[in-house]
């Protein structure tokens, strides 16, 4: 008889996720956003594999130190994805493409560590640049590429 291995899919986990899930409750809009991310983690941690990068970890460590440290203590076991020339490349050709602006840099990397690690899924709060009902077009080929996706 053959047995497979189930393969677990993964999960980029952008910062605005960390931070909802380490908040402070709250009694205004975000109460419903913290309600969703804890009900991720607690939920699907056993069914997916949940990974960060290292620019993940510069983001969560900034600011108020205890913060920073219930935040860091979130990720401290999960698998952390190092900068790499390809995420490097995919990140400049994503602003360069007007994907997203060059002032949001880190929000590109989220994105490109995403697509170059082959990970099945980003999870993020960030509506501006990274969650978009309508990603710009031209960002899709981009992608594609860096998935290694067959194109045309």
């Given at each position: 008889?053959?047995?497979?291995?189930?393969?677990?899919?993964?999960?980029?986990?952008?910062?605005?996720?960390?931070s909802?899930?380490?908040?402070r409750?709250?009694?205004?809009?975000?109460?419903?956003?913290?309600?969703?991310?804890?009900?991720?983690?607690?939920?699907?941690?056993?069914?997916?594999?949940?990974?960060?990068?290292?620019?993940?970890?510069?983001?969560?460590?900034?600011?108020?130190?205890?913060?920073?440290?219930?935040?860091?203590?979130?990720?401290?076991?999960?698998?952390?994805?190092?900068?790499?020339?390809?995420?490097?490349?995919?990140?400049?050709?994503?602003?360069?493409?007007?994907?997203?602006?060059?002032?949001?840099?880190?929000?590109?990397?989220?994105?490109?560590?995403?697509?170059?690690n082959?990970?099945?899924?980003?999870?993020?709060?960030?509506?501006?640049?990274?969650?978009?009902?309508?990603?710009?077009?031209?960002?899709?080929?981009?992608?594609?590429?860096?998935?290694?996706?067959?194109?045309?």
């Amino acid at each position: 008889m053959i047995q497979y291995s189930a393969i677990i899919p993964k999960v980029y986990v952008e910062t605005t996720v960390i931070s909802y899930l380490v908040a402070r409750p709250s009694n205004d809009a975000s109460l419903i956003r913290q309600k969703i991310t804890r009900q991720l983690w607690e939920e699907c941690a056993d069914d997916y594999e949940f990974v960060v990068s290292d620019i993940v970890i510069s983001e969560i460590l900034r600011g108020d130190a205890a913060a920073a440290q219930r935040r860091f203590n979130v990720v401290a076991n999960l698998t952390i994805l190092d900068l790499s020339p390809d995420v490097d490349k995919l990140t400049q050709d994503l602003i360069d493409a007007g994907a997203v602006p060059h002032q949001a840099r880190s929000d590109a990397q989220h994105i490109a560590f995403a697509a170059v690690n082959n990970i099945d899924y980003l999870v993020s709060w960030n509506y501006k640049h990274i969650v978009s009902q309508y990603p710009p077009a031209k960002a899709w080929g981009l992608f594609n590429t860096a998935a290694r996706f067959p194109t045309g």
